[in-house]
């Protein structure tokens, strides 16, 4: 990856007063029935999952960063691979593109900016989960608190 876009991008978050979200230190797992949890754990697991949460969106958007700048690269790689074998005679464009393909640096390089997708895909779909999770956690919260305002009445 680029290191001067990651880096000027947190330059740019610590400069507008922000902090980099520290990475869960605590692992947790969703229980199998949130109804069987005291009010206290269930603040524990809303705690935990938020934090997963706010580390997921880092993530993507650092994915999102990694990718853009292999992306970048690779297009880079290929423009540079496709000025050099210009000499060449080719059938059609597509003929010269898959050969273009098969040079180990466009291969390295999309290699490189697949492997970033990947890693964007997986946290979008951690945060996604995470946020079900959070979302089901409030929700018993909120149930329990209109049970408990139901009986004072």
């Known amino acids: ?38 009010s206290q754990e269930l603040g524990q697991v809303l705690t935990a999952y938020t934090g997963y949460l706010v580390y997921a969106e880092y993530l993507v958007a650092m994915a999102d960063i990694e990718h ?3 992306a ?40 490189l900016a697949d492997g970033a997708k990947a890693k964007g895909s997986l946290a979008k779909a951690l945060l996604s989960g995470y946020d079900r999770i959070a979302y089901a956690v409030s929700r018993e919260i909120s149930r329990r608190q209109q049970e408990f305002d139901m009986t004072k009445r």
């Open 72 to 111: 970048n690269k690779l297009e880079y790689v290929k423009s540079g691979e496709l000025l050099k074998d210009e000499v060449q005679e080719y059938r059609n464009v597509s003929e010269r593109n898959a050969c273009v393909e098969q040079n180990s640096d466009v291969r390295k390089a999309r290699t």
């Open 1 to 38: 990856m680029d290191i001067d876009t990651k880096a000027n991008a947190l330059a740019a978050i610590k400069k507008a007063g922000l902090v980099e979200p520290r990475k869960p230190s605590k692992e947790i797992s969703f229980p199998a029935d949130l109804t069987d949890l005291t």
């Open 68 to 70: 853009t700048s292999y």
